[in-house]
């Protein structure tokens, strides 16, 4: 397969990699998961493989700063899968020398017991889906991991990787203020770099959306209630010394997450698996593409003579990429750079909005970057909507 030449740009790109398989389904995940017995590692390294091939003579820009393994499960990845799609990327990529490399995990023995050959395949970089420090709530959560399984798996990360980050649900059924605040020094305690930590939301087509239409889903939280356990939340990790550099993410300095920045800051990556989306620069247009949702036509797809990697993969208009950024960007707290977003079309930035969104205390300006007050984070769909109709 013959590869053309790349054009190296400074801010390099992510790659991501969907592994699709979980031990069990939670009743709050809409993520593309399936629960298979029987899985051929060796064709999924083949697959993988193959498309990461075809990805590298499309792209403009081959300079690789992070690589995520996400799911599903990816700790349930063999160790020779991971470190052969990470050897393959390095083949036919340019990956810069400080890249981060990181898996998503779940706490069981069965996961955590791999942490070292994860580690020695070039994985530097470790997500734990804890999700709750007290049993019955994982039991509600369908988590399969204990309280203890946790703690273990997360001192056996530590050891292991450069950075260990963990997950947390708050605003779970029944869950008071105080518990919470329990819960969230308890995982204080464990001294952590880096803590994702979202609010239970209750997505169409999972098993708790069909409880909650059935009014058997009873005790999550109201509005005000909601607003209090966000703001609890900072205000702990505050006192921790933990940054909040994202709605949904705290960090120490230099332990926040290389491949989510990309995201939020609008950077090209490659997304490898089933139903997993990019956004790559092909000839100078950003195009947005997708895999097929299901395993085995994906892998089919791609297996068969000339690969077929995307379900979807088409250019984005201009003013979509204003909109994606803006969407995106307002997430950080560095916010959203004005210059950039002007510079995508036609689609500017009003000065008189802008105006109107600060006199209500919502938004702030500085320099050439707008970000959201405390006020404004939680009326973050409001502002977007009110600066983009």
Known sequence: MKKKKKNLKEDGIGIYIH?????????????????????DMDSWSTAYKKALRISAIQVD???????????????????????????????????????????EANPTSVEYGKFKSYSASGVNRCSLGIQAL????????????????????????????KTSSFDLIYGRQNQTIGEWENELKRAMSLDPQHLSLYQLTIEPGTPFFKLQQKNRLRGLPNDSKSCAFYTKTKEICKNNELVHYEISNFATKGHESVHNLNYWRYGDFIGIGPGASGRISIN?????????????????GVLKNGG????????????????????????????????????FSEL???LTKVEELREMGLINKSHNSLYTTEKGELLLNSILSHLLN
């Open 284 to 300: 100078g247009k950003k195009h947005e593409t997708e895999g097929h949702k299901n395993p085995m036509k994906w892998l089919g």
């Open 348 to 350: 500017k930035l009003s």
């Open 61 to 103: 820009n081959n300079l690789v700063h992070s690589i995520y393994f996400g799911g599903g499960t990816p700790s349930l990845m063999s160790s020779r899968l991971v470190y052969e799609v990470i050897n393959e990327i390095s083949k036919e990529f340019k990956v810069s020398s400080d890249a981060e490399i990181s898996l």
């Open 134 to 161: 007290n049993d019955p709530d994982l039991k509600s959560l369908g988590r399969l991991h204990s309280v203890n399984d946790a703690l273990r798996a997360f001192d056996s990360a530590r050891q292991c990787f």
């Open 19 to 39: 592994w699709p398989f979980c031990q069990s389904l939670c009743p709050y995940c809409d993520f593309n998961s399936y629960v298979s017995e029987k899985i």
């Open 308 to 343: 077929e990697i995307y379900s979807v993969s088409m250019p984005l208009s201009f003013i979509d990429q204003a909109k994606e950024y803006a969407v995106m960007s307002f997430r950080l707290k560095e916010g959203l750079n004005i210059e950039r977003f002007n510079s």
